[in-house]
């Protein structure tokens, strides 16, 4: 069996528990997307918390690995075609509306004042 | 249904409510709150309102025990939450603040402390 307590054995146990909160924190957001009315939302985001809890106490690195993996192909099948971003970010409707004007641009106010006057 | 309480409790609702002895002021914030500034100019959250509201979310997450909160608890060392409680409580600072954070980002909020200040901190923060 792979030691223990090796440095290697933590660290990959460690990105394996990034991969699950990352995973999960998709999952909810994309429940959140299809469940829209709250009482449909709670719902759905206990069973997907009982699905992760289920697989909680798995020790063996590959199984957890498979079953990640499992987890975000099932994520990308059910995700969202049309999900809701908050409007400034990225994809969102706002992102980039009002660009901040590149520096070195001065804007004159001159009001249609003619050279002549 | 875990989710359930946890959001129907941290909804606000500001505006008059009558007590029985009579109108009562309510807290500063909830007319901050209220009063909507169309300029983004100045309109920044100041950080008492940050940490009340975040205390807010954090008290109503219905594993927390709400007398244990303070605001530079450890989610998981302190309140003995799990990981995914974790994940749980910056979605609902997400909605609350209307925010988008990163998931790297979110991933390393641990702690109200951190919390606070990614949000004060946050130009968007609504």
């Known amino acids: 069996m792979s030691g223990a307590t090796t440095a290697a054995y933590l660290a990959r146990r460690a990105a394996q528990k990034e991969r699950v909160r990352i995973l999960y924190r998709r999952a909810l957001k994309d429940t959140l997307n299809w469940a829209v009315h709250r009482h449909l939302f709670y719902q759905d985001a206990s069973d997907l918390r009982e699905k992760f809890e289920a697989n909680r106490h798995v020790e063996d690195l590959d199984t957890i690995d498979k079953l990640v993996a499992a987890g975000e192909a099932t994520y990308d099948k059910w995700r969202h075609p049309d999900p809701y971003i908050v409007p400034w970010a990225p994809g969102g409707s706002k992102f980039t509306r009002n660009p901040v004007p590149p520096s070195g641009i001065e804007i004159v106010y001159d009001y249609g004042r003619e050279n002549n006057d | ?126």
């Open chain 2, 1 to 126: 249904m875990a989710m359930r309480a946890f959001v129907l409790r941290h909804i606000q609702l500001p505006g008059q409510t009558l007590t029985a002895t009579g109108s009562k002021p309510h807290p500063q914030w909830y007319l901050r709150a209220s009063l909507r500034l169309f300029s983004s100019h100045d309109d920044h959250l100041t950080k008492e309102e940050v940490i009340d509201r975040v205390l807010d979310v954090v008290k109503s997450f219905p594993k927390v025990d709400p007398s244990k909160v303070t605001p530079d608890v450890h989610f998981q060392k302190d309140l003995g939450l799990d990981s995914l409680d974790n994940v749980e409580i910056v979605m609902g600072l997400e909605e609350e603040f209307k925010l988008e954070i990163p998931d790297k980002e979110a991933d390393r909020i641990d702690s109200c402390n951190l919390a606070i200040e990614y949000i004060y901190n946050h130009p968007m923060a609504g």
